[in-house]
Each structure stands twice: as structure tokens, then as C-alpha cells.
């Protein structure tokens, strides 16, 4: 299988995110920057689906701060080849990074007949998952989010994949490669990499620079103004004894006329 | 009982038994003090003197494969009985930790996202490393913080990342800002640029991480003058003692505890509000066992007025860990699946037994552990955990 994984950083939040002074981004001082979560998992099940089937697993991930931390983290985890793909791609949205993504894949001639394409299935700035639909779109190829589990039947060249909906449903498809498809969750929750080996690598292995010509590159929505979350009213603590704060609970119920 | 840690610098399991160390290794006689004295002995396939005959028959593969290592909570207590004064828990059962971590099919989650978390944000818990002095909010005592004013300064106190953050944590920080300025002591801290010693990563045994935040500090370190460090964390002690000096770190280090002792005389005239506590004090394994400190606390909490020492069965040598060392921190989960009670809610049985209602301790993993224990042990309000130094603090203070 040749397998290529698609990679996002994104604002980390355990820095508390202020909004900058134009209104449109946020402050730039303190920003961390931090591979999207359901990238880890979809890097994971790469790895995972490269230990079961075999091949080979190229990391790719539009330039941002601390890319480098996280590209060789994938080395470590056991990526053959990690690409990073030079510019300044914060403006640009999901339709947009589809584009980059595809120019990419066109430009280095990666698909072939076995070729899987995953990313994470959204992200905290795409919680619509729109990077997966686009990028088919625009290579032509089949494409399936929110995707938990993933099969691969070499002889009929084709994945099954379990998705999620809503209201725990799932389904099961079936999608010959090549194909994109967008993971939710890994089949293991991603693993650990000892700090020795990433550090190993950084000596030993190189991250590819690679550039791609932005002309005609939609960016996307274009952000007009970013709002700080309204505060409302806090949660109230009752306390006392158990029969004591049900007693205030059944009054705050027939206050709000719950009950 | 300390090994020539300098000169294991880069040494592995391969060249251990080319250095004194791994001859001491030798000559083990299998008694079994070692895993007789471990407080998760009989979980462990293989304790540390069955490690050491699977090195003799060159098996440690099975070793590595098992999760012992993973259950050692780098308590010493196997090291400190040795009969042949093997240092087991400082050089050995680090290594074979190691390799065990490293080959775990799957880390257990929590201490996967202490390791990682550690590695990025400086801490365990994951926090913001700009939020590290938040525990100075609402502190009505000066404390500098030497990126803001570099002037050389007796005190480096190195305040670690469990009373940054953690909640109890940080009344202990607190407690600890209020007595160095009654004593005049001339300190400093690092402040935001402060990171975790990396004694979790040490101990747990992760030397990648170790060395990250190794090198990370020591060069901070090297942008200030200070003549003395001194650290709220006994992990943080045995990690600049232990480890720092392999990476060549030199200055002269001690715990919060230890350094109040020196202090001693002029402290004890200003320990005036009599508290009517009955004490038992739970000797942190670091600070115990590894480094001796068995009488500087007590003779501190017996300088309070009014307060009763009485001891648990286990004192001093003999203590049982809270379970926190070693990475156990972050593997209640873990133990939990395996039916294996935590070592937190076995020792506050003990410290319940004594009658006491306050148990002391001088070591930020404690006091979570032990609250936590207290309340699974139904004794939420019978008794309450206070680190030494806010029982000094509750004496001194108007
Ligand atoms: S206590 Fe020391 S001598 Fe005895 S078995 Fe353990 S390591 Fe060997
Ligand atoms: S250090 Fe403590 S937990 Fe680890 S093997 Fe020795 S006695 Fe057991």
C-alpha cells in the first residue's frame, strides 16, 4: 500500500487563545501550535495499516510553527518520508489546503493504484471535515469521513471502512482505491514514541521542503471578525445534605417551571 | 548507599557489567531481601532478584517483555536492604525500565500523556508554562523572579511543577514564599522559565525525556548567578543530585525541608500559635530512604507548640511509598485494572491507626494521593494531609 497522510497544525487551546488587534486573527504572542488531534489518529492508523499491509507511509503537512516537532514525531512513529510544504498558509481555509494538497500529489506523482489518502476527519478550525470531501473532488477519487476502522483487501484492491453518525449509528463501505477518507478515531489510541527516539531522528532523518505554486488557490472564507465566547451565567454549586440540596433542587425546578 | 552517578553516564544494559556498578551487580546472592521488601513485590513477575539471575542466564528479553518494571515506584526500599549494597533502584531497575517502556505494546494512557505533556509543556499535567507563577496571585509577600531581575542571589529556589499548579500544591508554594521572607532568605525564582526537573522522566525511565528537560534547565541555569538551590519537590532533589550531575551540574542542592532546618534557630522563636494537632508524619521516599533526611522533619514539626508527633508502624527506613514515584503517578488506571490496590490507600490505613488528625508530609505527589486516599477510605474530614511547611506558616503567622 502506499499510503499518504495528510497533516494540520492547528492552535493549540491549552494556551488560553486571545483575539489579535485587527479583530481577524488571533494574537500571535503566545500562540502554540499543535498537530490536529484527528490527524494523530489518522497518522496512527497509517502506521497502523502500514504494519498490517505493508508499504509505505508519507507524512505531508502545509508549513506552520512547530511543524518540525510534529513531522518528526511521525518519522519516529515509523513514516518512511515526511514532506513539509513551504509558505504562509494560515489565511488559507480547507477548500484551499485541499488545493495545496492536490497540487502536491499532481506535482510529485504519488498516486498509483494502491494509493490511500487519509487525514484527520476535522479539525478545530474545520469542524465541518471539509478537507477530505474537497480533496476527492479534486483528485476525482472516492471519498468517506468519519471513519473508525479500516480493512484493506488486497486482492480486490478495495477498504471497508466502518463511519459513525449520529446517535451512535454506524455503517460499513466499501471503496476501491485509490481513495481519501477521513479518521476519527484509530483502531489504538496513537502511541507513545520514547522523547530518545524522536530526538534519534532529528539527528539521523530529514524532513523534504518542497514548494508548490499558489496561483489560483482559493482561500476559502474569508474571516471578517473573530468574537470572544459570551460569558453566562456560572454553574451553582448547592450544598449541603443529600436531602437537603434534592429539597432546593425540586424548588429551583418548579421556580424555572420545569416541574 | 549512592552510586558514582557521573561515571554511568551513557551507560546500558550491554556495558553495565564493565563498570563497578555492574560488578557489585555480581554479587548478588540471591537472597530476596530486595523483593521481600517491595511494596509491589508480589505483583511483579519478576522482582529484582529474579532480574538479575534472567541478566546472569542472559534472558532479560522475558524481563523486558513483563510489566514489572512498569509496577516499581522507585520507592528504594529493595536498595536500601541490600545486603550487598547493590543500588538497585538508582542504576539497574532504571535501565530495565527503560526498555520495558519501550517496548510496551501500548504506554498506559495517563502516564503517555504525562511523558508527552512534560516533553512539550514542561509538566506532567499539561498546563500552560506562562500559568506557572499563577499560585503568586493573591501572595502579599514579594517574591522575584529572575528573568525580571537578574542580580546575582543566594537562593535559586526551584519550585517544580506539582505546587505550580496543583491546587494544594500551590497553598504549599505560598507557604513556602511566607517563611523565606520571616527568615530574610535571599531567594529568587525562574518563574515561566521554569520547567519540570524531569524526574518523571528519569525515574519512569524515559532518558529522552530526561535529557530534554535536562538540557532545557541547565541552560536557564547558566543565565543566572545563585550560590545554592533549593527545591519543593524531593523528586526534583533526586533528580539534580542524581541525574543533573551526569550532564555537569554543580551547585550545591537541597530540599525545602532540609534547607529550614539550617535555619533552624532562628525559625524556632518565631513558631509562637500553639496547634493542637496530633501528628504522623509520612516520610517521602526521596527524601527518606534516598537521602537520610529522616530527623531534620520531625525535629521541625516538634519546634511547633503543641503539636503531638506519634509514628506509623512503618517510619523512617521502613516507610511504605505513596505509590507516586516512578511514574506511578499516572498509573492508578493501570494498577486498578490489575486489582492491585494503590500503595496511597494501604499507607493511610496505617496513618489512620494512629490516631493522628493531621498527617504531615514534605513531598508535593503526597498530598493529592493521600486526600484522595482519605476520602476512598471514608476519613474525608477525620483527618486532613498539611505539608510541614503550612503547619509552620499556621504557627507563625498573627
Ligand atoms: S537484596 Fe541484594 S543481594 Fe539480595 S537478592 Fe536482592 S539484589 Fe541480590
Ligand atoms: S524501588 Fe521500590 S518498587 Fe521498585 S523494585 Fe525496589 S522496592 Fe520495588
Redesign the interface.
Known amino acids: 500500500m502506499n499510503i499518504l497522510v495528510l497533516l494540520k497544525m492547528v492552535p493549540d487551546v491549552?494556551?488560553?487563545l486571545k483575539i489579535g488587534d485587527d479583530f481577524k486573527s488571533l494574537d500571535r504572542d503566545?500562540l502554540r501550535f499543535?498537530l490536529s488531534e484527528s490527524d494523530e489518529h489518522a497518522l496512527e492508523q497509517a502506521i497502523i495499516l502500514k504494519e498490517k499491509y505493508g508499504g509505505t507511509v508519507t507524512a505531508v503537512a502545509p508549513d506552520a510553527p512547530e511543524l518540525d516537532d510534529a513531522l518528526y514525531s511521525a518519522l519516529a512513529k515509523g513514516a518512511d518520508r515526511a514532506f513539509k510544504i513551504i509558505g504562509e498558509w494560515d489565511i488559507y481555509r480547507s477548500p484551499g489546503l485541499a488545493k495545496v494538497f492536490s497540487r502536491f500529489i499532481e506535482i510529485n506523482n504519488i498516486m498509483g493504484e494502491q494509493t490511500l489518502i487519509l487525514s484527520g476527519s476535522q479539525a478545530i478550525d474545520d469542524l465541518e471535515g471539509e478537507i477530505v470531501y474537497y480533496l476527492a473532488e479534486f483528485l476525482g477519487l472516492p471519498g468517506c469521513c468519519v471513519v473508525t476502522s479500516v480493512q484493506y483487501n488486497p486482492d480486490s484492491n478495495c477498504i471497508t471502512l466502518l463511519k459513525e453518525f449520529s446517535g451512535g449509528l454506524r455503517g460499513e463501505f466499501e471503496l476501491s482505491l485509490p481513495a481519501v477518507i477521513g479518521i476519527q478515531a484509530a483502531e489504538?489510541?496513537p502511541?507513545?514514541i520514547?522523547?530518545?527516539?524522536?530526538?534519534?531522528i532529528m539527528k539521523t532523518q530529514k524532513i523534504e521542503e518542497i514548494e508548490i505554486p499558489v496561483e489560483g488557490i482559493p482561500n476559502g472564507l474569508t474571516i471578517e471578525k473573530l468574537f470572544e465566547p459570551e460569558v453566562t451565567d456560572r454553574a451553582e454549586i448547592l450544598e449541603g445534605t443529600p436531602e437537603e440540596v434534592a429539597r432546593k433542587l425540586v424548588e429551583i425546578f418548579s421556580d424555572k417551571g420545569i416541574i | 548507599m549512592i552510586a558514582d552517578i557521573e561515571s554511568l553516564r551513557g551507560v546500558t544494559l550491554e556495558t553495565l557489567y564493565d563498570t563497578p556498578e555492574g560488578r557489585l551487580i555480581k554479587s548478588c546472592i540471591q537472597c530476596g531481601t530486595c523483593a521481600g521488601s517491595c511494596p509491589h513485590g508480589e505483583y511483579m513477575e519478576y522482582p529484582p532478584r529474579r532480574i538479575i539471575k534472567m541478566m546472569q542466564l542472559g534472558l532479560l528479553d522475558k524481563v523486558f517483555d513483563s510489566d514489572s518494571m512498569l509496577k516499581c515506584v522507585n520507592c528504594y526500599a529493595c536498595m536500601s536492604k541490600c545486603p550487598r549494597e547493590i543500588h538497585l533502584t538508582e542504576v539497574l531497575l532504571q535501565l530495565i525500565k527503560e526498555q520495558t517502556i519501550m517496548r510496551l505494546p501500548v504506554v498506559p494512557q495517563e502516564l503517555q500523556k504525562a511523558l508527552e505533556n512534560s516533553y512539550r509543556y514542561g509538566n506532567p499535567m499539561g498546563e500552560s508554562g506562562r500559568k506557572r507563577i499563577n499560585w503568586m496571585q493573591n501572595l502579599d509577600v514579594p517574591v522575584r523572579i529572575l528573568s525580571q531581575n537578574s542580580q546575582p542571589v543566594d537562593v535559586l529556589w526551584f519550585v517544580e511543577s506539582y505546587p505550580s499548579y496543583h491546587p494544594r500544591g500551590q497553598d504549599t508554594a505560598r507557604a513556602i514564599a511566607k517563611i523565606f521572607n520571616r527568615l530574610n532568605v535571599d531567594f529568587a525564582i525562574l518563574g515561566n522559565e521554569e520547567k519540570s526537573a524531569g524526574e518523571c522522566g528519569m525515574l519512569s525511565w524515559e532518558s529522552g525525556l530526561a535529557e530534554s528537560l535536562v538540557d532545557y534547565n541547565m541552560a536557564i541555569f547558566t543565565k543566572y548567578k545563585f550560590n545554592q538551590l533549593v527545591t519543593s519537590d524531593p523528586h526534583a532533589l533526586d533528580a539534580f543530585l542524581y541525574r543533573y550531575k551526569m550532564f555537569g551540574f554543580k551547585a550545591k542542592v537541597t530540599h525545602v525541608i532540609p534547607f529550614l532546618w539550617q535555619y533552624f534557630d532562628k525559625l524556632k522563636p518565631m513558631l509562637i500559635n500553639k496547634l493542637h494537632y496530633s501528628v504522623t508524619y509520612h516520610d517521602s521516599c526521596c527524601l527518606g530512604r534516598h537521602n537520610g533526611y529522616y530527623e531534620e522533619p520531625r525535629e521541625i514539626l516538634k519546634a511547633i507548640p503543641g503539636i503531638k508527633i506519634t509514628e506509623m508502624v512503618h517510619n523512617r527506613s521502613n516507610s511504605i511509598c505513596c505509590g507516586g514515584g516512578g511514574g506511578g503517578m499516572w498509573l492508578d488506571t493501570y494498577f486498578k485494572s490489575q486489582n492491585i490496590e494503590r500503595l496511597s490507600d494501604n499507607r493511610i490505613k496505617e496513618a489512620i491507626e494512629t490516631g493522628a488528625d493531621v498527617l504531615a508530609v514534605a513531598c508535593p505527589y503526597e498530598m493529592p494521593r493521600f486526600e484522595d486516599a482519605l476520602k476512598v477510605a471514608g476519613y474525608d474530614g477525620k483527618m486532613v494531609v498539611k505539608d510541614i511547611t503550612e503547619l509552620i506558616l499556621e504557627s507563625m503567622e498573627d
Open positions: 491549552v494556551e488560553e503566545w499543535i489504538n489510541p502511541r507513545y520514547p522523547i530518545a527516539k524522536i530526538r534519534n
